[in-house]
Each structure stands twice: as C-alpha cells, then as structure tokens.
C-alpha cells in the first residue's frame, strides 16, 4: 500500500529514498545486470524471496516517522491537482481488419525464417524475420482447413499521440470525445505525458485496443515488436522481449502466447486465430445447428461445426513473457477481443429465436458497439515526475493507488436511459475488486470470464473478482432521469498484494475512511438523454447452456497444490527460475517455474478432473489454465458452494484463502504445449507457473516435445529438463 497524504514530510522523505534505491534494484534486475541468485548472495533477498528489511532499502522498514501500521511501498501519486471525474471515458479503440493481401511477406503455415540482419545490442549477425519457433511441431494447426480470411497488424512500441482513433462509435455515444482529435499519452489532460520507455502498449496509443472476429472466419494477427533494441530502455522495468497470449483461445499450442515463445525487436510473429466452437471434430460435424454458427452480413448465421454450448464472446489479449509477464503488462501490453456468434450477434434488433438480443446496437449486421462497452479496470502509480512506477519487489503483488478505466483516470461516461452492457475486465497485476453501485442498485451478470453463463443473475454487488476475470454486466440506466449521476465502485479492500482484506458495504466504501485509495467512486456514469432509439435489447432467462458431460468417462484426476517456499530442481538460466513461489503437483513437492519442465500431459479426446488447492498463508490465487475452458464441479469439496454465478465455463479459478476449486475439462481439437498459473502476475513470474502438453496421438506432437529457447539469431530446440509422472 501507499503513505497517505497526511503522512509526515519526514516520512514520505524517507519512502521516496527508499522507493529510488529500489528502483535502481529493479532496473539492473530487468536489464539482466543482476540475478535472483545475486541478491540472495548480497543479502538483499531472503531465501524465501522477500526483499531483506533494510533502512534505506526497504520502505517496509520500520520508522520512527510511520503514521499507521498498513505496510509503505511509495509517497502518494501525485494529482498535479487533477480532480475525479474531469474527463470522458474513451471508449477502446478499434483494430482494423483487413484483407491477407495487407501481409507483407504473406503468412506460412510454418514461421518464416527469411533471415535479416540482427541489432548489435542484440548480438549482431542474422536471424529470422518470425520469431515463431520453426518447423512442423509450431506450425499452424487446421492452417488448411481453417485458412485466415482476415488480417490484424498491431505493434508493440513505446507511447506516441494517437491521430487515427477509431472507436466504431459516434461522439455522442463517446462522451463527446470527437475521433478526429489527437489523443495523448497521459491519463488525464491535467497529467504529463508518459515517457515512450515508460507506456509499452500496441501501436504505441491509448486507449487500449479492441480486436472484433466472429465464428468461422480465421484471423491472422501479426505482432511486431518495435520495443528498444537495448533492453536498458525501458524506464526501470519490463523487458523487451514479448509474448501475446490470446486469453483463452480455443486454438493450437503455437498461438496460444506460450511464455517461452517469446520474439525480440524487429521480428513479427504470425498467430493464426481459427475462431471455432470446442468439439467441432466430434460434436455438430456436418454443421446442422442454427445456434452453432457465425453472423452473415445481412443478419443471417452461417452454421459451423462444434458444440454451440461452447460459444464464447469476451475475450482479452496480453504479455506472457516469462517471468516479466507482470511488468509489460503493466506498461499497457494488454487489449480485448469481443467474438461474435449465432446467440450473441452484437444486433439487439434480430429477433429469430436464436439470437439473445443483447444491448449492442442495430446499425450493423453484427458487432455493434453502441451500447455494448468494453471496460478495462487497472491499478496504476506514478512517481514524483507522474511517470509509472512498478515495484517488482513486492512478491505478495503489486498495487496502485490510483484507478484506471481503459487507462484514463477516474473518467466519465455519459449514458441514455436504457441497457447497457459492460464488459468488464479486472486487468490490475495483483488487485481484486468487488464492484457495485453507489445507489445500490441491481445489475444483472451475464457473463463469467469468456463466456455467457446459463442463467443471468440479479446482484447489487459482485463477488471478488480476481486478475483476469471478465464480468459481462448489464445495467439499466432507465430507471434514472436525466441529469442524474452514479457510479461504479469498488467495495474492495486491501492492505497488501496477498489478497483482498474485507469487502466494505457500499455505505463504508463511499465514506472514504478506508485506507486503500482504490476503495470507492471510479467511474462515473452521467444519464446525459433519453434514448436516440428505441431499447430493443433483453435479458433473457436463458442464456448459454453448459455442455453435457455425463456420458464422457473421467480418464484421470490431478491435484495441484499452489503454495509458497518453492525448491527449483533445475538450473536451466532460460527456462528455470527461482522464485518464492510455487505449485506441487500430484502431492510432490512445490517446484519453482521451468518451462522446460513438463507437468502434466493429459491425452487427446479424454476428459479430466483437476482440484487445484490453495496451499495456505491467507494469500488468494487466481489460477488460469490455458486452452480449455473447465466447469466448476465443486468448491471447497461441496457442489453446494459453487455461487450461481460461477455455474457457467470458465478460464480463471479464484481459490480464496485455504480454499479449493474442483474442475472438469476436456482436450480436444489441437495439441501442443500449454500453461497454468497464478495471474496474480506478480506470483506468476514469481514463480507460479507450470507447462502441460497435449499430445494428438501422432507426428509432430510426440511427447514430449522439445524446449524452445528463443534467440535473435534463431530458435533452438532442447530437451525438456524434466518430466513429472
């Protein structure tokens, strides 16, 4: 947590001092200066992993000038007298689609290995122009029966104006902002401008950006990396090297962001995102079901094969970069993808029984963003300067004082009076939120992480919503008159990175006596007019089915323990790394993340049931398990504490304190390697993280596969360190 504004001067004297030794720590340590191991052996870090209580060193220190007992990690953000609520929302900004023809060179089934010269801060020579590891084993999987028919080019590169906003929205469904206006680097008018080694974010612009696919039309995302060629650029913290994860894409290994695929500056990397419903090799093949489909361009659906109780709709996409997946994000590697299907069309006006009817809009076929609003909520902190401050030493989590919404701080946005629908993405590193609103009115959830649940459920709050998480909300502003106000707020509290403290009632959390700063108001919703059109969106009773497991036999149950004081069996210096955490696996020990250490590797076209235990300490951890989605089978060891709410699929497993998460899933249609993690990211690159692999039961994926390990000069290709029966 932070020193409050009422500490004394000699205090906050004391935290900046120390908070500037400590970012000289973090910037030798993301440079590659020192080690993990180097600390240790300075005294600096305990073997447990904590930064060493040093004066001078460590604000956790104790004073004689500490005015609460609530842990210090930095003075106060400062404000330069910026006020709440003082500027509009922007609403996420729109990546183009365009035609494979835009490709240059055109995508290959394997990674182009045309060779170019390499930067001597990189080590000189030649290497490839992809960073995708080559040959067959990370080949793109279905490439011919699942062709790209769209193209999506973004860069990651350091913060610049934005002069082509594009919002797919009118000003006055955009708070007035006019998309022809420049937008700068800053979060808030009344802020400096970030420096562009301090804001990484794609194409280098806010607000952040929206990638729109629907069912059966494959899209292929080119990445390229334009970060500083010397890792040293990078305003203290984040590395250069990257990593996009589809978060949860249904696709093969080679596109999933594996975090030791990662690529360097001056190579692309080609992900080919297929869009299709899980099972399509075994369920709805010939493609009969209307509600297994993909919207036409005249309102009508083009079916595709696969389980229509699959369909997902709210994705997001960031950083996996091994263990710096914390800090890019951070920097603002992070975006979000909205998928369009048969039951969520993105046009309220359809009414064919197979549409749900969702707020959106009606001006487009599909994917109308009218009233449908993507809402990316982050913790952030700056430093004395107002340039963003990441503190890696905080291995419980890093938190902000100061709240985001799509990367602007505590904006506006104006509403008509009818539904809306939110999609909501807890984006922080390490904070949770309980989000209500102040009027303590009702929202209906519709939506859990990347998929719409089978019922909505009426709440006035939310539960805890861990990193990752995804809540689609729906919100009708109708009940208000024009002029109102109300806000969105969060109920919840912490005291450090270990987990959420207490959920404060709405009441406590606008009183402002918590001491968490990112308690309370965030956003403001102002009721500006009564709707252009009429509202023909609904909430209705049914929304998206669970598949039906019951005639799918468990082939095997795995245990997964994530707990602290880790052992490393391996000292691979790329693959390995040493860390406080950890995850035990079928009751072995707890082993600190290798990505060339194979976990787990379930068998193609079988079904599983994985309990992921927490392992104690207070701490909360909210695991993702990539590729397949699960459905939660029990809490705790009870069916019965499995909240309406979480009856749906999903893709993270919040395990609260001491608690449990039983899961089912199956593995189906690609292979390769996968992850599961903590996404608290601090813990994950901390080192929470663990490699499964799914093996199609013939060439290339013969397990197990070998390591890649990334260099500008070309990928090489090791055997895996080891094997966990």
Same mark, same amino acid.
């Given at each position: 947590?932070?020193?409050?504004?009422s500490?004394?001067?000699? %205090?906050?004297?004391?935290?900046?001092?120390?908070?500037?030794?400590?970012?000289?720590?973090?910037?030798?340590?993301?440079?590659?200066?020192?080690?993990?191991?180097?600390?240790?052996?300075?005294?600096?870090v305990?073997?447990?992993?904590?930064?060493?209580?040093?004066?001078?060193?460590?604000?956790?220190?104790?004073?004689?000038?500490?005015?609460?007992?609530?842990?210090?990690?930095?003075?106060?953000?400062?404000?330069f007298?910026?006020?709440?609520?003082?500027?509009?929302?922007?609403?996420?900004?729109?990546?183009?689609?365009?035609?494979?023809?835009?490709?240059?060179?055109?995508?290959?089934?394997?990674?182009?290995?045309?060779?170019?010269?390499?930067?001597?801060?990189?080590?000189?020579?030649?290497?490839?122009?992809?960073?995708?590891?080559?040959?067959?084993?990370?080949?793109?999987?279905?490439?011919?029966?699942?062709?790209?028919?769209v193209?999506?080019q973004?860069?990651?590169?350091?913060?610049?104006?934005?002069?082509?906003?594009?919002?797919?929205?009118?000003?006055?469904?955009?708070?007035?902002?006019?998309?022809?206006?420049?937008l700068?680097?800053?979060f808030?008018?009344?802020?400096?401008?970030?420096?562009?080694?301090?804001?990484?974010?794609?194409?280098?612009?806010?607000?952040?950006?929206?990638?729109?696919?629907?069912?059966?039309?494959?899209?292929?995302?080119?990445?390229?990396?334009?970060?500083p060629?010397?890792?040293?650029?990078?305003g203290?913290?984040?590395?250069?090297?990257?990593?996009?994860?589809?978060?949860?894409?249904?696709?093969?290994?080679?596109?999933?962001?594996?975090?030791?695929?990662?690529?360097?500056?001056?190579?692309?990397?080609?992900?080919?995102?297929?869009?299709?419903?899980?099972?399509?090799?075994?369920?709805n093949?010939?493609?009969?079901?209307?509600?297994?489909? &993909?919207?036409?361009?005249?309102?009508?659906?083009?079916?595709?094969?696969?389980?229509?109780?699959?369909?997902?709709?709210?994705?997001?996409f960031?950083?996996?970069?091994?263990?710096?997946?914390?800090?890019?994000?951070?920097?603002?590697?992070?975006?979000?993808?909205?998928?369009?299907?048969?039951?969520?069309?993105?046009?309220?006006?359809?009414?064919?029984?197979?549409?749900?009817?969702?707020?959106?809009?009606?001006?487009?076929?599909?994917?109308?963003?009218?009233?449908?609003?993507?809402?990316?909520?982050?913790?952030?902190?700056?430093?004395?300067?107002?340039?963003?401050?990441?503190?890696?030493?905080?291995?419980?989590?890093?938190?902000?004082?100061?709240?985001?919404?799509n990367?602007?701080?505590?904006?506006?946005?104006?509403?008509?009076?009818?539904?809306?629908?939110?999609?909501?993405?807890?984006?922080?590193?390490? %904070?949770?939120?309980?989000?209500?609103?102040?009027?303590?009115?009702?929202?209906?959830?519709?939506?859990?992480?990347?998929?719409?649940?089978?019922?909505?459920?009426?709440?006035?709050?939310?539960?805890?919503?861990?990193?990752?998480?995804?809540?689609?909300?729906?919100i009708?502003?109708?009940?208000?008159s024009?002029?109102?106000?109300?806000?969105?707020?969060?109920l919840?509290?912490h005291?450090?990175?270990?987990g959420?403290?207490?959920?404060?009632?709405?009441?406590?959390?606008?009183?402002?006596?918590?001491?968490?700063?990112?308690?309370?108001?965030?956003?403001?919703?102002?009721?500006?007019?009564?709707?252009?059109?009429?509202?023909?969106?609904?909430?209705?009773?049914?929304?998206?089915?669970?598949?039906?497991l019951? !005639?799918?036999?468990?082939?095997?149950?795995?245990?997964?323990?994530?707990?602290?004081?880790?052992?490393?069996?391996?000292s691979?210096p790329?693959? &390995?790394?040493?860390?406080?955490?950890?995850?035990?696996?079928?009751?072995? !020990?707890?082993?600190?993340?290798?990505?060339?250490?194979?976990?787990?590797?379930?068998?193609?076209?079988?079904?599983?049931?994985?309990?992921?235990?927490?392992?104690?300490?207070?701490?909360?951890?909210?695991?993702?398990?990539?590729?397949?989605?699960?459905?939660?089978?029990?809490?705790d060891?009870?069916?019965?504490?499995?909240?309406?709410?979480?009856?749906?699929?999903?893709?993270?497993?919040?395990?609260?304190?001491?608690?449990?998460?039983?899961?089912?899933?199956?593995?189906?249609?690609f292979?390769?390697?996968?992850?599961?993690?903590?996404?608290?990211?601090?813990?994950?690159?901390?080192?929470?993280?663990?490699?499964?692999?799914?093996?199609?039961?013939?060439?290339?994926?013969?397990?197990?596969?070998?390591?890649?390990?990334?260099?500008?000069?070309?990928?090489?290709?090791?055997?895996?360190?080891e094997?966990?029966?």
């Amino acid at each position: 947590m932070y020193l409050s504004d009422s500490a004394s001067k000699a %205090r906050l004297r004391e935290a900046e001092h120390a908070r500037k030794n400590r970012a000289d720590i973090v910037k030798a340590y993301s440079w590659g200066q020192i080690s993990r191991r180097d600390l240790i052996k300075w005294g600096l870090v305990t073997a447990g992993g904590m930064l060493a209580p040093i004066n001078g060193l460590s604000p956790f220190a104790g004073s004689v000038y500490a005015s609460s007992s609530i842990p210090t990690g930095a003075p106060p953000s400062p404000l330069f007298g910026v006020a709440s609520f003082t500027q509009p929302m922007p609403r996420f900004d729109v990546l183009p689609r365009t035609p494979l023809s835009a490709l240059t060179p055109a995508p290959t089934r394997e990674a182009n290995t045309t060779p170019q010269p390499v930067a001597p801060e990189l080590g000189g020579g030649f290497g490839p122009i992809e960073g995708r590891p080559p040959g067959p084993i990370w080949a793109h999987q279905l490439w011919d029966l699942l062709p790209p028919k769209v193209a999506i080019q973004v860069t990651q590169e350091g913060a610049k104006v934005n002069t082509i906003y594009n919002p797919h929205v009118t000003s006055a469904l955009n708070s007035g902002i006019l998309a022809s206006d420049p937008l700068r680097p800053r979060f808030h008018p009344g802020l400096p401008d970030q420096r562009p080694d301090k804001l990484w974010t794609f194409m280098g612009t806010l607000p952040p950006k929206l990638m729109i696919g629907r069912y059966g039309e494959p899209i292929l995302f080119r990445h390229h990396n334009r970060l500083p060629v010397d890792a040293r650029v990078n305003g203290g913290f984040g590395r250069h090297t990257i990593s996009t994860h589809e978060h949860n894409g249904h696709h093969g290994a080679e596109n999933d962001g594996f975090t030791g695929a990662y690529f360097f500056p001056n190579q692309f990397y080609d992900y080919h995102y297929p869009i299709v419903l899980a099972g399509m090799k075994s369920i709805n093949v010939d493609a009969t079901n209307p509600r297994a489909g &993909s919207p036409d361009d005249s309102g009508g659906i083009v079916k595709v094969p696969g389980d229509w109780c699959e369909t997902m709709s709210t994705h997001w996409f960031h950083d996996h970069m091994f263990s710096f997946t914390s800090q890019n994000v951070y920097k603002g590697n992070a975006g979000m993808f909205n998928i369009y299907s048969a039951v969520d069309r993105g046009n309220e006006a359809i009414n064919d029984g197979v549409n749900l009817q969702l707020p959106s809009g009606t001006d487009n076929a599909w994917g109308n963003l009218d009233y449908d609003v993507n809402l990316m909520l982050a913790d952030k902190a700056w430093d004395q300067d107002g340039q963003l401050l990441f503190d890696i030493f905080n291995f419980d989590g890093f938190l902000g004082d100061v709240m985001t919404v799509n990367l602007v701080y505590k904006p506006y946005f104006e509403v008509e009076r009818r539904k809306y629908r939110f999609r909501i993405l807890n984006a922080s590193v390490s %904070r949770f939120l309980r989000l209500a609103l102040s009027d303590g009115s009702p929202m209906w959830q519709i939506g859990n992480d990347g998929n719409l649940l089978p019922q909505p459920v009426l709440l006035t709050e939310t539960d805890e919503m861990g990193i990752a998480e995804r809540y689609d909300i729906v919100i009708d502003f109708s009940r208000y008159s024009v002029g109102q106000k109300v806000w969105m707020v969060n109920l919840c509290e912490h005291q450090d990175g270990k987990g959420p403290h207490a959920d404060l009632t709405v009441r406590e959390a606008l009183s402002g006596v918590s001491p968490d700063p990112c308690v309370g108001r965030f956003l403001e919703f102002r009721i500006v007019r009564d709707p252009a059109r009429p509202d023909l969106s609904q909430v209705p009773a049914t929304l998206v089915p669970n598949p039906d497991l019951s !005639a799918i036999p468990v082939a095997r149950e795995r245990v997964f323990e994530w707990a602290r004081g880790a052992s490393q069996t391996s000292s691979d210096p790329v693959t &390995s790394f040493f860390g406080p955490w950890g995850i035990k696996t079928n009751g072995g !020990a707890a082993l600190a993340a290798d990505f060339g250490r194979v976990s787990a590797a379930p068998r193609y076209g079988t079904r599983e049931v994985w309990t992921l235990k927490n392992g104690g300490g207070g701490w909360d951890h909210p695991v993702h398990i990539h590729f397949e989605e699960g459905r939660i089978l029990a809490r705790d060891g009870s069916a019965d504490m499995v909240p309406p709410w979480e009856r749906g699929r999903k893709d993270v497993y919040r395990l609260r304190p001491g608690g449990s998460v039983t899961l089912t899933m199956q593995f189906r249609d690609f292979g390769g390697m996968y992850m599961e993690h903590c996404h608290n990211t601090v813990h994950e690159d901390n080192a929470m993280l663990l490699r499964w692999e799914l093996d199609d039961g013939g060439a290339p994926f013969l397990r197990p596969l070998p390591t890649p390990i990334p260099t500008p000069q070309g990928v090489t290709f090791h055997d895996p360190t080891e094997v966990l029966p």
